[in-house]
């Protein structure tokens, strides 16, 4: 290998360039006019990434994006609103679990680990139970690699007058946002993702008046978007100490994904890396947990080989020798791992990959039987 680094084939931290790295160089002053810069053009790209300029506004909160979904929930649903959760993988589940840690009454569409949730379910839901205000879904579940239809989803809750929140987290940047066509009252990512950028902050983008009416709704100080929007429209700063080289580095990845291409020069290569590895993998005799129409272009999961043999953290600590560090399953109802598509990835690391697979089942005396 020609790296002394290894690729993170994840979904989050990612492998980022040396451009991005290089950003975090510089010391920032975190009330310093120089650094409300920054932040005010990591706001503004943003919204323009979501086509949100005119109708939504961009809050950034210190932390994981498991922090931002927690304060955009926290800061959007009323002590007495009611959440229709739409689960298939962890993150959904996650969501369902934070409502409850912050006594918001919720429901949930529980699809298992191999199923979307479909627009006709939800609308059905709906119809059925009124006092449903919002509706919550995860637009890449990445416990499964699952894509969900997150547009039919948004225009059933859209017609039913309720407030849809998006889980973009591992979406937002490679897959389509179009907040003038998908109608969203708020939409969850963080720095981490298909941006490119390193771990430190998410972001909510939300319907200006959606927001404008939350004040005093947070359970928290710290995630209250509600103020943390207030406090920047008017001063420019964050609320409290941000981190501010990961804001830096994050701008600097916010220009090579325009110099990309955009969200259509990302989403073309993101879908060539799993083109190009799932091939590779099932030439290799491994199965994808879904079909193809359901496969993000964001990571994949394959089920373990039946082999007794195999054993993952051998499987994995021989790929990590080889420089490329997989993430291991996340489903309740198979053996798996899982092999992301994002980051600072290209034809060649792909294909070094599956170089080292196949090196890696050698090595464990493993033989499987060619699946594609």
């Known amino acids: 290998m020609d790296t002394q680094e290894p690729y993170l084939l994840t979904p989050g931290p990612i492998t980022t360039s040396m451009r991005t790295k290089k950003a975090m160089l510089h010391d920032w002053g975190s009330w310093d006019d120089d650094f409300n810069e920054i932040t005010a053009q990591v706001r503004e790209r943003l919204l323009k990434a979501a086509n949100a300029e005119e109708t939504h506004v961009c809050v950034p909160v210190q932390g994981s994006g498991s922090f931002a979904v927690e304060a955009t929930l926290g800061t959007l649903v009323p002590k007495e609103g009611k959440v229709l959760v739409l689960m298939n993988g962890a993150y959904g589940q996650r969501m369902g679990k934070t409502l409850d840690y912050m006594g918001r009454a919720f429901v949930a569409l529980d699809k298992g680990d191999y199923e979307p949730p ?63 066509t998908l109608p969203f009252d708020a939409l969850i990512s963080a720095a981490n993702k298909c941006f490119e950028g390193v771990p430190g902050f998410g972001y909510a983008i939300i319907k200006k008046p959606v927001l404008a009416a939350s ?11 509600y103020d943390q929007w207030v406090y920047m429209e008017k001063t420019g700063q964050w609320r409290f100490t941000p981190p501010t080289h990961v804001v830096a580095a994050f701008l600097e990845a916010m220009k090579e994904h325009e110099e990309e291409g955009g969200v259509q020069g990302r989403y ?59 993430y291991p399953g996340k489903l309740t109802e198979a053996e798996s791992f899982r092999i992301g598509c994002i980051g600072q990835l290209h034809d060649e690391q792909i294909d070094q990959l599956i170089v080292a697979v196949q090196e890696v089942l050698e090595a464990m005396n493993i033989t499987l039987k060619k699946t594609a």
């Open 118 to 180: 479909r627009g006709e379910e939800v609308e059905k839901i709906l119809a059925e139970d009124p006092a449903i205000t919002h509706v919550a879904v995860v637009y890449c579940e990445t416990s499964s690699g699952i894509l969900n239809p997150v547009q039919e989803i948004a225009e059933v809750v859209h017609a039913a007058g309720r407030s849809l929140i998006i889980d973009a987290m591992s979406a937002f940047g490679a897959l389509p946002v179009d907040a003038q």
């Open 268 to 326: 073309q290569r993101y879908c060539r890396n799993r083109d190009r590895m799932v091939a590779g993998m099932r030439a290799l005799g491994f199965k994808t947990l879904l079909e193809d129409q359901w496969l993000s272009p964001v990571i994949t999961t394959f089920f373990s080989p039946e082999a007794e043999e195999f054993n993952f953290k051998t499987f994995y600590n021989l790929l990590k020798e080889r420089n490329f560090i997989i």
């Open 215 to 225: 004040q005093g709704r947070a359970h928290s100080l710290c995630l209250d978007l």
